[in-house]
């Protein structure tokens, strides 16, 4: 999780712009030594007077767990750890993201064929129910299948 510098100074590099859209998301990679790589992101998506959109700043925090210390060995525990880790990004910043456009976005796919779609309904359950908004999953969730995704591998 960030820590209290990191967030004092995302909260006010947010607040320094307030046409600003603020994206939230998450990803996690299993790696080989029995653990789990996790990264959450902040994109802060800059807006001008005309809706046009003009560049971005990425935030990003990575952690790892154990998998021998928990039950994330299996996807549906693991997409679930992500979600608990994006709303506590957002608990973190709420207090200026109530004042802006945001979303948060989850690597969890709709399609039932997917992996990850098993844990599809519980996800979106868990933010409608913490944070009151629709999160937006895969494909369309580019927070957390690419920018998270990047700082994850």
């Known amino acids: ?3 209290e510098k990191e967030l004092t100074y995302i909260k006010e590099f947010i607040q320094e712009r307030p046409e600003c859209v603020v994206y939230l998301g998450v990803d996690s990679q ?3 030594k ?3 790589k996790f990264a959450t992101v902040i994109c802060v998506h800059y807006i001008d007077e005309n809706g046009v959109g003009k560049g971005a700043k990425v935030f ?3 952690s790892y767990e154990k998998i021998e210390d928990s039950n ?3 996807p549906f525990q693991r997409m679930m750890r992500e979600v608990t880790m994006v709303t506590e990004v957002y608990n ?3 207090d200026i993201l109530l004042e802006r456009e945001f979303e948060i976005h989850l690597d969890i796919s709709e399609n039932p064929e997917a992996g990850s ?3 599809h309904g519980a996800a979106k359950g868990m933010i409608w129910g913490m944070v009151g908004v629709e999160p937006v999953c895969k494909p369309h969730a580019w927070a957390a299948s690419c920018a998270a ?3 994850s591998k």
Do not use: F, G, I
Request: no cysteine; proline share 0%; net charge positive.
């Open 30 to 32: 299993r790696l080989r």
């Open 72 to 74: 994330l060995s299996r």
């Open 60 to 62: 990003a925090d990575v």
């Open 149 to 151: 995704d990047r700082y």
């Open 1 to 3: 999780m960030y820590s």
């Open 117 to 119: 779609n098993v844990a």
């Open 34 to 36: 029995k653990k789990v």
């Open 92 to 94: 973190a910043l709420e």
